[in-house]
Structure formats: C-alpha cells, structure tokens
C-alpha cells in the first residue's frame, strides 16, 4: 500500500515570500512514473502546478508558477519537496502531492493513483 504524507511548510505567508513543502512515500518507489504537486482553491478546479520524473529528474511546471517554483527530490529518502518563492496571493489554495507509477500525462490529476492528505498555503497581500 502505497503512502504519501506531507509535511511542513504549509500555513500563512505574506505575498513575496516562501515556503517549502515536504511529500515522502512509502510503500514503494515509482521507476518510470512521476511525482507531482497539485493545488485546489475553493470553488476551483484542481490545476497542475509541478512533476518530476522519478527516475531520470525530469520536471515540468504549470505556466502560473514557472519562475516561481521548484520542484526536487531525494531518491533516497523518497521524498519530493515543492519550493515556493515569490508568493502571491493567487497562490492561495490547498496543496497535494500525487503520484502516478507510470510515464505520460504528468499534467491531468485524474492520472495519478496515490494522493497526498493536502497542505493548506495561504498568502496575504
């Protein structure tokens, strides 16, 4: 059974500033597939906003946060972190980490298998 917690780094933030989020899995390790974080703000659709291939580090962005954010992991620890610079209140929204186990269609959440339990970020202006 796959797990994927996040922590830290999630809360209030003023518009300008930073936060990391932290997403470990458990259970096992997603060879060809990616890791990805998504975003829901009420009232919303769920939209992209970052993947990373697990193998090969591979990462994609989401044209709202491209700049702004980063995406990286740690093989070892199987954890995948989102860095988030530059916050604007736009990016208000609870954040989730996904992963889907294989290749293509990074971008669609309805791809992903596992989720994490969401991390609510709030930017103030």
């Known amino acids: 059974q796959v797990q994927l917690v996040e922590s830290g780094g999630g809360g209030l933030v003023q518009a300008g500033g930073s936060l990391r989020l932290s997403c470990s899995a458990s259970?096992?390790?997603?060879?060809?597939?990616?890791m990805g974080w998504f975003r829901q703000a009420p009232g919303k659709e769920r939209e992209f906003v970052a993947a990373?291939?697990?193998?090969?580090?591979?990462?994609y962005y989401g044209d709202s946060v491209k700049g702004r954010f980063t995406i990286s992991k740690d093989g070892a620890k199987n954890t995948v972190y989102l860095q988030m610079n530059s916050l604007k209140p736009e990016d208000t929204a609870v954040y989730y980490c996904?992963?889907?186990?294989?290749?293509?269609?990074?971008?669609?959440?309805?791809?992903?298998?596992?989720w994490g339990q969401g991390t609510q970020v709030t930017v103030s202006s």
């Open positions: 259970g096992r390790t997603f060879g060809n597939g990616y």
């Open positions: 990373i291939t697990w193998s090969g580090g591979s990462t």
């Open positions: 996904a992963a889907r186990p294989f290749s293509g269609g990074y971008y669609d959440p309805t791809n992903y298998n596992y």
